[in-house]
């Protein structure tokens, strides 16, 4: 059964940083590529960034130089660390596959005020 479990959000001031985890119960998980992506309150889900077997790493134009990507193939764990946050940055987190499957995991928020 696939299951996704999002973890790490919180409170955080600005500028400040955090590390988000998604474990992941995905069959091959090591073959798959792995992405995260969020959801502000009144907006659509966005893509934020993704990382392919190998290690490859793309990011969306607004979280690069501040977000990193990582992997953990042997725990089936993808990592988010993100520094330098910004209030604009607040909203629900999620991973998921690429392609997306129809199912997503209860995302963890991620709250940027002073």
């Known amino acids: 059964q696939v299951q996704l479990v999002e973890s790490g959000g919180g409170y955080v001031h600005p500028g400040g940083s955090r590390r988000l985890s998604c474990a992941a119960s995905i069959r091959v998980f090591s073959f798959v590529v792995m992405a995260w992506y969020r959801q502000a309150p009144g907006k659509q889900r966005e893509w934020v960034a993704s990382i392919t077997s190998s290690g490859s790493t793309t990011y969306a134009d607004s979280v690069k130089g501040r977000f990193t990507i990582s992997r953990d193939n042997a725990k089936n764990t993808v990592y988010l660390e993100m520094n330098s946050l910004k209030p604009e940055d607040t909203a629900v987190y999620y991973c998921?596959?690429?392609?997306?499957?129809?199912?997503w995991g209860q995302g963890t928020q991620v709250t940027v005020s002073s």
């Open positions: 998921n596959k690429i392609p997306t499957m129809a199912y």
